[in-house]
């Protein structure tokens, strides 16, 4: 057998090498480095050509240290699985990369405890920045930590700690699902239910509100019984359509407040051999791969996910630059397709 052998190590060249090939102090190096005014053209030129003779490439990371900025910039996902979240970080990505940050990502499996882990763990690795899109069962102990950091953050649709370098980027989720319920009492229909995330997260509490407004505009008063709230999963979204249409006077429209939800209402309503577009409406939110490609296609509560994800890399390295932070609140419109042109069945 051939044993193995190891490869040397090169000792890598420090500014110390350089000054004693130049034959100056090592603080003349570093002052030609950082291109200090007051350097003489002989000591510029003796200290680059030792540079270029001995090979030396100054440690960038020790020297960001020293500039007390490392050009690394946390991002916190509860999951990057969720198709939302990936185009929001790779758009985020783009942006800082170009601007010269690298991004350190960690997800928590949407386990708040793990966000509160990732967090610290990502401070210490001194971060210029944060981007935080926190688990959504307890997004107030994520809030709490963004607090005490006091590294500047950029909450992605969470309420906002308090801190004077904390961002936001926001959706007006209310608009766009306002416009859904006028658009479905438009077409007739009455009872309209809504199978939503827990209101205790700001995107579904404002989508919330806006179904309670949309409803109020058309004079109809919102039936507890065709709202739930509920965690985001697909068995929880079939279960509550079960439950909503086995009701003696069910819906003729459901909007569902989240893609996992959405996944098992239509599920469900296979399985019930109902046809989307002729016995019921459906509104979903979000225009992902789901909504578009599906027979017929969803109608969306829609937002420019790209948009949100390079908005908040602009915000933070503003928030860094200038210490300050400041709120961005984006549009959400609504995208009519083949799931919601039924008219209302006439139930009252």
Not at 75 to 98: D, K, W
Not at 189 to 214: D, K
């Given at each position: 057998?051939?044993?193995?052998?190891?490869?040397?190590?090169?000792?890598?060249?420090?500014?110390?090498?350089?000054?004693?090939?130049?034959?100056?102090?090592?603080?003349?190096?570093?002052?030609?480095?950082?291109?200090?005014?007051?350097?003489?053209?002989?000591?510029?030129?003796?200290?680059?050509?030792?540079?270029?003779?001995?090979?030396?490439?100054?440690?960038?990371?020790?020297?960001?240290?020293?500039?007390?900025?490392?050009?690394?910039?946390?991002?916190?996902?509860?999951?990057?699985?969720?198709?939302?979240?990936?185009?929001?970080?790779?758009?985020?990505?783009?942006?800082?990369?170009?601007?010269g940050y690298s991004m350190l990502l960690a997800t928590s499996?949407n386990d708040p405890h793990l966000d509160v882990t990732y967090?610290?763990?990502?401070?210490?690795?001194?971060?210029?920045?944060?981007?935080?899109?926190?688990?959504?069962?307890?997004?107030?102990?994520?809030?709490?930590?963004?607090?005490?950091?006091?590294?500047?953050?950029?909450?992605?649709?969470?309420?906002?700690?308090?801190?004077?370098?904390?961002?936001?980027?926001?959706?007006?989720?209310?608009?766009?699902?306002?416009?859904?319920?006028?658009?479905?009492?438009?077409?007739?229909?009455?009872?309209?239910?809504?199978?939503?995330?827990?209101?205790?997260?700001?995107?579904?509490?404002?989508?919330?509100?806006?179904?309670?407004?949309?409803?109020?505009?058309?004079?109809?008063?919102?039936?507890?019984?065709l709202i739930s709230n509920v965690a985001v999963a697909e068995?929880?979204?079939?279960?509550?359509?079960?439950?909503?249409?086995?009701?003696?006077?069910?819906?003729?429209?459901?909007?569902?407040?989240?893609?996992?939800?959405?996944?098992?209402?239509?599920?469900?309503?296979?399985?019930?051999?109902?046809?989307?577009?002729?016995?019921?409406?459906?509104?979903?939110?979000?225009?992902?791969?789901?909504?578009?490609?599906?027979?017929?296609?969803?109608?969306?509560?829609?937002?420019?996910?790209?948009?949100?994800?390079?908005?908040?890399?602009?915000?933070?390295?503003?928030?860094?630059?200038?210490?300050?932070?400041?709120?961005?609140?984006?549009?959400?419109?609504?995208?009519?397709?083949?799931?919601?042109?039924?008219?209302?069945?006439?139930?009252?």
């Amino acid at each position: 057998m051939v044993p193995v052998q190891e490869m040397p190590q090169v000792a890598r060249v420090t500014i110390h090498d350089v000054a004693r090939r130049a034959g100056v102090a090592p603080s003349s190096v570093s002052r030609v480095l950082n291109k200090h005014p007051n350097v003489s053209a002989q000591l510029r030129q003796a200290v680059e050509e030792a540079v270029r003779e001995l090979d030396y490439r100054p440690d960038a990371g020790a020297r960001s240290l020293r500039a007390g900025k490392t050009n690394l910039v946390g991002f916190l996902a509860g999951s990057v699985v969720n198709p939302i979240l990936a185009t929001i970080y790779m758009s985020c990505e783009q942006v800082l990369r170009a601007q010269g940050y690298s991004m350190l990502l960690a997800t928590s499996l949407n386990d708040p405890h793990l966000d509160v882990t990732y967090l610290r763990l990502i401070s210490r690795r001194r971060v210029d920045g944060l981007i935080v899109s926190s688990a959504v069962a307890r997004v107030d102990l994520a809030a709490d930590i963004v607090a005490d950091l006091s590294v500047p953050t950029v909450m992605l649709d969470r309420d906002m700690p308090a801190g004077e370098r904390i961002s936001a980027v926001m959706s007006d989720h209310a608009t766009g699902m306002r416009q859904a319920v006028q658009h479905l009492v438009s077409l007739g229909h009455r009872r309209i239910a809504l199978i939503n995330g827990l209101a205790t997260v700001r995107p579904f509490r404002e989508r919330l509100l806006g179904y309670q407004s949309g409803l109020q505009a058309a004079g109809l008063g919102p039936d507890p019984t065709l709202i739930s709230n509920v965690a985001v999963a697909e068995s929880l979204g079939y279960v509550q359509t079960q439950l909503l249409l086995d009701m003696p006077n069910p819906p003729t429209a459901i909007i569902a407040g989240a893609n996992l939800l959405l996944l098992g209402i239509l599920k469900f309503i296979q399985e019930r051999r109902l046809v989307i577009g002729r016995d019921i409406a459906i509104v979903g939110c979000d225009d992902l791969d789901i909504a578009r490609l599906y027979s017929p296609p969803i109608t969306v509560v829609a937002r420019d996910l790209s948009m949100l994800g390079e908005t908040a890399a602009h915000l933070l390295i503003q928030t860094i630059e200038s210490g300050r932070g400041s709120t961005v609140t984006l549009p959400t419109y609504l995208i009519v397709r083949g799931s919601s042109t039924v008219a209302g069945l006439g139930h009252t």
